[in-house]
């Protein structure tokens, strides 16, 4: 999708990084292929593509801006072989910019739009495994950070060195406790789990949603979701209901992540990790 605030081809920032190509745009966001001409390798460079005063009213853009800072802050922060490495921001000509490592292969949501099929069993248990050994890691940071929007389209998978990343952490942010109140309720229906909607997160937030993706992958497609109830499946199918070649034991692990009450999923990402090893080693 075209945007004036689009850089044209061959453009060069910061006197370094030479735009190649338009990787993907959405809200206000746009991600560029760039060449960095001082260390002779591809960058992926995301831009705050508004303007103050472009379109868009003050209260917006302030947000922006400050998810954008902090999106930088935390990624200048973590270390994590599935989270792409952090390069630095930069400002040029009003507009905000995040340098990361370029990443090849595809997010889970498009190879799943393509393939027309759900993954098997065995590589989603895999991939559930190496999710939680993210979260894990950002949730033990201090403070911990939560990361919000786990889903399809925010894993992408490089089918070549068999490796998931999880890229996108505008909407991650630092808590001082392990459970918080009164944040603004950002997620993505479908994977968002019922506080948060109420204005709570905490890690239990993360290993709803990572359920809810493993359910997504497994079955095809997002299931039947409410946001005062989530995955009720007093009224909904379970995972093994929409497709019946899911083991009944995953599917109690995928119900248990997907607990309306945080309290009754697993007590952290390390947690459900171990389960799911568990799991991996009977298949």
Known sequence: MYSESMLPLGTLLANRFK?????GSGGIGVVYLAKDKKQNVLRAIKQLSTENGENIDLSEYTKAVSDFRREAELLSKINHPLIPAFHGYFIEDGFYYLVMDYLTGQDLLEIL???????SEKKVVSWGIQLCDVLNYIHSYNPPIIYRDMKPANIIYDEVLERLYLVDFGTARFIAALNASGVTAVGTLGYAPPELFEGSISPATDIYSLGATLIHLLVGRCPPFH?????NFAFHPRPCKLNPRISKQL???LVKAVSIKPEDRYSSANEMKMILENHLATL
């Open 19 to 23: 735009i190649l190509n338009v990787i």
């Open 251 to 253: 599917d109690e692990i």
């Open 113 to 119: 739009d393509i393939t027309r099929q759900p993954f």
């Open 227 to 231: 946001p005062n109830f989530g995955f």
